[in-house]
């Protein structure tokens, strides 16, 4: 009962940071491009962070805090191809690029997971597995917060239309338990594959 509350109370408090970061984007108090930019490199790093407790079971232990923290940077460090693409620290440059920046790609999430699946099979790293979930977490949010404004970015194929607010929202939440329940399979075969190596050594 206490996990299920747990989900209901951190999906409360995911829809509250966008609802929050979104209009605080629009408030006539954030007008400098620097604080819009850290509003919202904020709010993507926080709704990672939160996803990642939502699909931990976060308890606070330590291991589960970290794997947040890491999920909230991986968030945030999407927009750092702004200033990559510009070559510069400029936040003016950063923000009038002519196009949009490769991390902001969705078929990049899907490339780079495809690889750390195949690498994690080879060499039968759990710890890769783990790392994939925590990134793609992290940036699907990043993407789909985005996405609200600009849409899907499925490079070379093309972009979707901006994605309406109540489907954006919803996929936000949705997103979380989706990864949860690969979390508890993986979860799972990681408890067996531990029972297997135990039963092995007894064996010995
Ligand atoms: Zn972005």
């Not at 070559?87 to 997971?113: E, G, N, Y």
Request: glycine share 4%.
């Amino acid at each position: 009962m206490i996990p299920f509350i747990n989900t209901v109370f951190l999906e409360i408090l995911l829809l509250i940071v966008c609802y929050l970061g979104d209009t605080l984007l629009q408030h006539p108090v954030v007008k400098q491009q620097f604080v819009v930019a850290l509003t919202d490199s904020l709010t993507h790093g926080i709704v990672g962070g939160i996803s990642w407790a939502i699909v931990c079971d976060l308890k606070f232990k330590k291991q589960e805090c970290l794997e947040c923290i890491l999920c909230l940077v991986l968030a945030m460090l999407v927009d750092t191809d702004h200033f990559l693409s510009a070559r510069s620290f400029s936040l003016k440059a950063a923000l009038s690029l002519p196009a949009r920046p490769p991390f902001h790609a969705t078929t990049l999430v899907i490339l780079v997971d495809i690889t750390l699946v195949i690498v994690a099979a080879i060499l039968k790293s759990q710890n890769l597995i783990l790392g994939a979930m925590i990134f793609t977490t992290a940036w699907v949010s990043h993407h789909v917060r985005d996405g609200h404004r600009r849409g899907l970015w499925f490079y070379p194929f093309g972009e979707t239309a901006a994605i309406p607010k109540p489907l954006y929202l919803g996929i936000i939440l949705a997103f979380p338990l989706l990864m949860k329940i690969l979390h508890l399979f993986f979860d799972k075969q990681r408890l067996k594959d531990k029972t297997i190596i135990l039963s092995g050594a007894q064996l010995v």
